[in-house]
């Protein structure tokens, strides 16, 4: 891969591509990591010699020693989460707290923005958006509607106690109004002061910090994005999406550098596609090849362990998240899944009403109406584990590579056959 500077890794479908094992090989050549949108929703999933971690918050980056890994301001943090999540890394050998920064800009998340998600999702009934009720929405619409509590502002104890408390007691309204129980406004307040001594020595100003490092010769940086592109809160499925930018524009906005610092985005992507949660999935696929690849790739989330829905890969899918986020390469993940299929599907264009499209449709009606264009490809019926360079992948799975390339318009870079650090392929 070219030596990128400043390189943001994002999901180029629905989530859940495998970014936290990209991000995992790619850090060990960075000086820095820093997540720059999404809270304790996403969950990345590292496998570190026969361990598998589970990262919510803190960039896949901290498995690597040495490494500083950042929480950008557009992050929504949840601190007790966050300092659960230390705890158990440090409680595995892994010095961790030293190395972490916090925005002071970034905005907290708390006990009563997760249960307003709750609520909100049991009032939408039928047409819930299927969330992962970590709190994610209600954190956001408190950041926009700028009535916020920013980890900042516990630099003073006495305006964190009176923002805390007033902020709890509006949340409190909204808790009555959708006919959830309220919080305890004293609670909250407490809980967070709590953690205000071990938080405050991590609090840093996240673009200075980047923009320091790519001041030095060699240094270098990762912007590790959670979610993907089809959850972006504009550019994704609207209303079935996430409330964060998760496209890389948001990894400028969401750790505070200018968009002219980044010089690459690499967009993962797993060989086929799945999505968690309600909302259009042109490529699913009817219960029983679904459940085969759900069993095969472990399709269940890391977050809610919720079963993922599973369909073939859609290139009109990947054609627009590349168009939406700028792709300069892409990772694919997974390719080892369909190793035992007799075929394999690739949907190039979307058939509305008669009439092909090869562009991804704004509008939900048409989307609902989309009868996916299939290519049909054969099998290659061959482990693919143990592949270290493309020479070493059948024939058939080079054609099916080269395929998604041709269809997509981005240039391969990484190819994963498994979930071990070594099993992955560089194309370049
Ligand atoms: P929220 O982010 O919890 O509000 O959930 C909104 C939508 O995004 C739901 O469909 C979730 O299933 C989906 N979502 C949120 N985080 C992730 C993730 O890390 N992977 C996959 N889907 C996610």
């Not at 591509?17 to 304790?40: P, S, W």
């Not at 919720?306 to 990772?331: E, H, I, K, Q, S």
Request: glycine share 12%.
């Amino acid at each position: 891969m070219k030596r990128y500077r400043c390189l943001v890794v994002v999901g180029a479908q629905w989530g859940d591509e495998g970014k936290g094992k990209i991000v995992d090989v790619i850090a060990g050549k960075v000086d820095l990591v820093a997540r720059y949108q999404g809270g304790a929703n996403a969950g990345h999933t590292v496998h570190v010699g026969g361990d598998a971690f589970i990262l919510h918050q803190i960039p896949s980056g901290i498995l690597h020693a040495g490494k500083r890994c950042l929480l950008g301001n557009g992050v929504v943090l949840d601190v007790a989460q966050f300092l659960d999540e230390l705890d158990a890394l440090e409680a595995r050998g892994i010095e961790a707290a030293a190395r972490i920064g916090v925005s002071g800009r970034a905005h907290l998340l708390l006990d009563y923005h997760k249960r307003l998600d709750q609520a909100n999702e049991r009032r939408r009934g039928e047409k819930k958006i299927g969330t992962t009720g970590k709190g994610i929405g209600p954190a956001y619409e408190d950041k926009i509607a700028r009535a916020g509590v920013r980890v900042a502002d516990l630099l003073d104890a006495d305006r964190a106690r009176r923002l805390l408390h007033a902020a709890a007691e509006r949340a409190n309204e909204r808790l009555r109004s959708a006919g959830a129980e309220p919080c305890v406004p004293a609670q909250i307040v407490d809980g967070v002061l709590a953690s205000r001594e071990r938080l405050l020595p991590m609090v840093t100003d996240t673009g200075r910090e980047i923009v320091t490092t790519l001041a030095r010769p060699e240094g270098r940086v990762l912007l590790e994005g959670a979610q993907g592109a089809m959850l972006d809160i504009d550019h994704g499925t609207y209303p079935y999406v996430t409330s964060s930018s998760t496209t890389a524009s948001g990894a400028a906005t969401g750790v505070g550098i200018g968009p002219t610092v980044i010089d690459g985005v690499l967009g993962v992507v797993k060989a086929y596609t799945t999505r968690v949660g309600s909302g259009p999935l042109p490529t699913e696929l009817e219960p029983e090849l679904g459940d085969r690849l759900r069993e095969l790739g472990g399709e269940y989330g890391a977050t809610t362990g919720r079963p993922r829905r599973c369909g073939w890969f859609d290139a009109v899918v990947v054609r627009y998240a590349a168009l939406v986020n700028g792709l300069t390469g892409l990772a694919i993940t997974k390719l080892d899944v369909l190793d035992t299929f007799d075929e394999i599907r690739i949907c190039a264009g979307y058939d509305v009403d008669g009439r092909v499209h090869d562009s991804f449709p704004y509008d939900l009606s048409v989307l609902d109406r989309v009868q996916p264009v299939y290519e049909t490809m054969p099998g290659w019926k061959t482990d693919t584990s143990a592949a270290r360079e493309i020479d070493d992948l059948p024939a058939a799975a080079r054609a099916y590579l080269e395929r998604i390339r041709d269809l997509t318009g981005v240039p391969l870079v990484f190819v994963s056959v498994g979930t071990r650090r070594d099993q992955i392929i560089p194309m370049n």
